[in-house]
């Protein structure tokens, strides 16, 4: 009970309005995994007025079934600590104590009850004895280079009780302004001009070209300003310096902030703006909300050796934190890996989490990843259209069970037409009465192609809502980034399934085609085109290959075929799976013919072995009359997809393709065969007028 009453505690200090949306799915997926209720969801959603809708936390609840790295508590914890909460981490009911300086974790908060954080907040206190003209002379050395224009100014105006700056003057390079200082008496006034006691006086940090003091007569971007006055001066320095940030000179405003100007070295404005936008998003996550008017790089800094009202503008250090952009960058980065929290066994013992309901019955867990593939003619694309109509009825799948819920068919192959003609005729095949279309959904990405690590954010968003228990994507070919036969941009690229299946809590299901050449004397695992990558990243594997009809059971297939000329012979296949979460099951054997695949429940296939790529493919072996009949046949497709492409528009190869669902160059052999058609230079298709 203790652990429940801390997370509604961290729950308090988050609101949901402040969340998209899916922080707010991390949220009660981190609930149900601590074993929380859906109620204790609810009632926090319901701070939402405007988002809230009653019944909705229930529903998606019930969707999330687990994943291979599940959100955890922990992400509750880091966003609760993140806005001011504080664990008990003692029975005490108090902190340990802490040493004075300590660097801060990713995920450390600074608390707004100042006396507690004494123990590591950075005192910053005004110099006595104060060399104005010493500072700003560091000042300038640090930050400039001795032919560098400096922008300043000490000529201000008051408007609504604030002193606002003028343009100042940016005629001077640092080492004139340096030279003069150092003859000045200690009389900044005689080198810069006065300026008011009240207002203070501003300096630009990085150089100018003598001839402005916009952004584009900068010519160097070298720093940027992070200034906050929202919490206290010892907590920004805290912050700031935990942060590590790459400090060039930290002054102190005369009022309630720190002016940092920070290294960010970049090379262009654009990658300025870039690099202050990363730097700003790391200052806020760890507490320091950085003043966003101050990202342009011809911004206005305090100048250190002034004073401002009854206090002083003064330099508090330089060259402090990481030395570079670069190595800071990098030193964040290895801190904010946003990795889960490791977790003791003896814990995890006690309260075994539960195992993710089994979506494909002894092959695939919801939530899991499973890689269909096999050579051309295997039918994978029927063979994945007809797993959505076994999910959806909740009909088993090449003898497997399968769990009954909402499925997405990511098509990224077949036009429209051509896709949900398929759909229907499995349906039909299968002989099954469509209960549950409601459950299946297409999106139809032919010509729309983009690779996966733009598709997979695309396709979270549009399929947060929807409760789906997996996802079919068809084929990947269509959306691998990288060299499919690089391990490392392979690994990247199968990540993106990883990213789909933890956001959505679904499993993810693609098909791949196998290398060339024979694959009879390889492993399952070993089949797949490209990098090792493809069988070793998915929870399981299903292999299709291709068995060799024996000479008694070809001529049995030929004259059962015979009564139905019009129709391809089966062929023959052996699914073999490599698992990770279930025992290995025995090789299925199953046929496929247009459009089904069926389990060899007669064992007919029993004793047929690979066909090992030396021997003609036994099911090619027909008679002239079976020949006759399929050469009819395709005269007459072709004749179909003509007139069906004709009725929409002008006639294509392309068109074609998408109709009749074969390759470019099947087409192309098809029209050639049938003789009544010519194609154009663009693939216009046309009849001929000789024949």
């Known amino acids: 009970m203790k652990e429940k009453t801390d997370l509604r505690q961290a729950l308090s200090y988050i609101d949901p309005a402040a969340l998209s949306y899916q922080e707010w799915v991390s949220v009660g997926m981190g609930l149900k995994e601590a074993g929380y209720t859906p109620e204790d969801w609810e009632r926090w959603s319901a701070r939402d007025s405007k988002r809230y809708h009653p019944g909705e936390c229930q529903r998606k609840w019930e969707s999330f079934h687990g994943a291979a790295n599940p959100v955890t508590g922990g992400t509750i914890v880091r966003m609760a600590k993140s806005r001011g909460w504080e664990p008990r981490l003692s029975d005490r009911g108090r902190k340990p104590p802490q040493k004075e300086g300590r660097e801060l974790a990713w995920d450390d908060i600074i608390s707004a009850d100042l006396p507690k954080a004494r123990s590591w907040a950075r005192e910053v206190e005004e110099p006595g004895v104060w060399d104005a003209v010493q500072e700003l002379i560091s000042y300038l050395e640090v930050l400039f280079d001795a032919d560098d224009c400096v922008g300043y100014v000490t000529k201000s105006y008051e408007k609504d009780g604030r002193h606002i700056p003028s343009k100042g003057c940016y005629d001077r390079t640092a080492g004139r302004l340096i030279q003069e200082l150092s003859r000045c008496g200690g009389d900044i006034g005689r080198v810069l001009g006065d300026y008011s006691p009240k207002a203070g006086a501003w300096i630009r940090f990085n150089p100018l070209d003598g001839k402005g003091v916009k952004n584009e007569n900068v010519t160097d971007f070298r720093y940027a300003l992070v200034e906050s006055d929202s919490i206290p001066v010892e907590q920004q320095m805290a912050i700031i310096t935990a942060l590590e940030l790459p400090v060039a000179a930290l002054v102190h405003s005369g009022g309630k902030s720190i002016h940092a100007i920070v290294r960010v070295e970049a090379g262009s404005y654009e990658e300025y703006r870039a690099r202050v936008d990363y730097l700003y998003e790391v200052c806020k996550k760890n507490g320091l909300e950085p003043d ?78 499973l890689l269909v593939a096999g050579p051309s003619k295997a039918g994978k694309s029927f063979a994945l259209i007809e797993l959505c109509c076994c999910v959806a009825e909740g009909r088993p799948w090449m003898g497997f069970p399968c769990a009954q819920g909402r499925i997405l068919y990511v098509n990224l192959e077949l036009d429209r037409a051509s896709c949900l003609h398929r759909f229907k005729d499995v349906y039909m095949a299968l002989g099954w009465e469509p209960e549950h279309l409601g459950n299946i959904d297409i999106w139809n990405l032919r010509g729309h192609s983009i690779p996966m690590d733009k598709l997979a954010p695309k396709l979270i968003r549009r399929a947060a809502k929807k409760n789906y228990i997996a996802i079919i994507i068809d084929p990947i070919y269509k959306v691998i980034t990288g060299d499919e036969n690089s391990a490392d941009q392979m690994a990247n690229f199968c990540n993106q399934f990883d990213k789909v299946c933890t956001e959505l809590g679904t499993a993810v299901i693609y098909c791949h085609h196998h290398s060339k050449g024979a694959q009879g004397g390889k492993r399952s695992m070993d089949r797949a085109s490209g990098s090792g990558v493809f069988a070793r990243d998915p929870d399981a594997l299903l292999d299709l290959i ?10 049995r297939v030929n004259q059962e075929n015979q009564e139905n000329p019009e129709t391809q012979p089966p062929t023959g296949w052996r699914i073999e799976g490599t698992l990770r979460e279930f025992p290995k099951f025995p090789q299925r054997d199953i046929w496929f013919g247009y459009p089904l695949h069926w389990v060899d429940r007669e064992g007919l296939l029993k004793g047929c072995k690979p066909w090992n790529g030396l021997t003609p493919y036994n099911h090619l072996r027909c008679s002239p009359q079976q020949k006759a009949s399929r050469q009819q046949q395709r005269r007459q497709s072709v004749e179909l997809a003509y007139e069906a492409c004709a009725a929409r528009g002008e006639v294509t190869v392309e068109a074609m393709c998408g109709y009749l669902g074969v390759t470019e160059k099947t087409v192309r052999n098809r029209l050639k065969e049938h003789g009544g058609f010519m194609v154009g230079r663009q693939g216009k298709v046309e009849k001929r007028s000789d024949v």
């Open 292 to 369: 966003r008017q101050n990202r342009n790089p011809s911004r206005l800094s305090r100048m250190p050796g002034v004073t401002r009202g009854e206090n002083k503008q003064f330099l508090v250090a330089t060259n402090i934190g990481k030395a570079s952009w670069n190595e800071w960058k990098e030193w964040v980065e290895s801190v904010n890996d946003d990795l889960p929290e490791t977790e003791s066994l003896t814990v995890a013992w006690r309260n075994m989490p539960a195992l993710a309901p089994p979506l494909i019955d002894g092959v695939l867990r919801q939530g899991h990843k």
């Open 546 to 555: 291709e068995l060799d009809l024996t000479e008694e059971l070809l001529n």
